[in-house]
């Protein structure tokens, strides 16, 4: 998902007679010839400049509702921009703002519903963002965050958070609070795990965690009622395809596996010890519709079984084939409890997601 997102009625502004476009005009401030109709324009477009401040004069702007100040050479936001009660969108990306380059009193801006700072230098989220009561969406991609503060479970009506890009290792369990979220992009960080808290997002449609060091997953995920999910380049991933990987069986094994099956009889004069021998190390695939066997060809299954009625250990067994893998027999066997099957057919499910 791209990381813009313009508000509706401000669009609307931007192709009336109400909008301002200065894009791509070597500006280095606003122009003075905007200031006598600056209570008529809703939206100002002054993107791609060489603007280095916003001038005292933003504040004159009383009626703006967009205003587009991407990739100029700002390094602050002065406090007269707060004075702009009915902004719903403020977008800053790429101007190499940091944390302080945000006034204190920025969430007085109680009507910005999209706020873009991607591209910047964050190391965090300023709290002030926190504050802002109606955000709804929020990009803070390719900065260098390396935490999330516990205070953004207070951005209650978020949508879309866009962190793909910085430097996390870790989610607060906080974000799990946020249940209007539709959109939760955290690719291209250090993320080593996830928060079972996620299981609360009832509205999350959209999850982004590719190119993370994730190498489990909390089995609540598979709860969530996700349209899109992506985890490629993930330790998980990359181990859960390399253990899906099934070995054909050679010749030898398969003429072994039809000896064993079949019960051939044989007889030291029949066979020379080196096959003898490997014969004798066949063993049993755990499924119990199956009848067959295997020698070095197996394929591996984890399964969670009780342990002194308070863990769930996990127990390594090998089939004899990946049909195996996949047949009900593997996952409902007699002993299996209620949650045993369901953790078998969420599993299922989670295998679906992942290898598409």
Do not use: W
């Amino acid at each position: 998902m791209a990381d813009y997102l313009s508000d509706t009625s401000s669009e609307n502004e931007l192709n009336g007679r109400n909008a301002e476009d200065a894009s791509y005009s070597e500006l280095s401030t606003i122009p003075d010839s905007l200031l006598p109709r600056a209570k008529e324009i809703r939206a100002l477009k002054l993107d791609h400049n060489d603007i280095l401040m916003i001038p005292p004069s933003i504040s004159l702007f009383v009626n703006l509702l967009s205003l587009d100040l991407s990739n100029n050479h700002i390094k602050h936001i002065p406090k007269e921009l707060v004075s702009l009660r009915n902004l719903r969108t403020l977008l800053v990306k790429s101007n190499g703002m940091t944390c302080a380059a945000i006034p204190k009193d920025f969430g007085r801006l109680s009507s910005l519903e999209v706020l873009n700072c991607s591209g910047n230098i964050f190391e965090t989220i300023p709290p002030q963002f926190t504050e802002l009561s109606k955000l709804k969406f929020l990009y803070l991609g390719g900065n260098r965050i390396s935490e999330l503060p516990n205070s953004i479970r207070n951005m209650h009506r978020l949508e879309v958070l866009y962190l793909g890009g910085n430097r996390l290792t870790e989610v607060p369990a906080e974000i799990g609070q946020l249940h209007y979220l539709s959109s939760l992009t955290l690719c291209d960080n250090q993320i080593q795990s996830i928060p079972p808290t996620l299981v609360h997002l009832r509205n999350l449609q959209s999850l982004s965690l590719h190119n993370n060091q994730i190498s489990t997953l909390p089995p609540e995920i598979v709860r969530l009622n996700l349209s899109e999910l992506s985890l490629r380049n993930n330790p998980l991933v990359n181990k859960f395809v390399q253990d899906m990987t099934y070995e054909p069986p050679t010749l030898l094994e398969l003429s072994g596996r039809v000896i064993k099956i079949e019960k051939v009889k044989y007889s030291k004069e029949d066979l020379p010890n080196n096959l003898r021998k490997y014969l004798s190390s066949a063993q049993r695939c755990v499924n119990s519709k199956c009848k067959g066997v295997y020698f070095t060809s197996r394929v591996e299954h984890v399964k969670f079984v009780d342990f002194c009625g308070k863990y769930r250990l996990p127990l390594l067994q090998f089939l004899c084939s990946p049909q195996c893998r996949t047949s009900p027999a593997v996952y409902h066997s007699s002993s299996d409890t209620e949650t045993d099957e369901d953790e078998a057919v969420a599993n299922a499910k989670l295998r679906r997601v992942l290898l598409g």
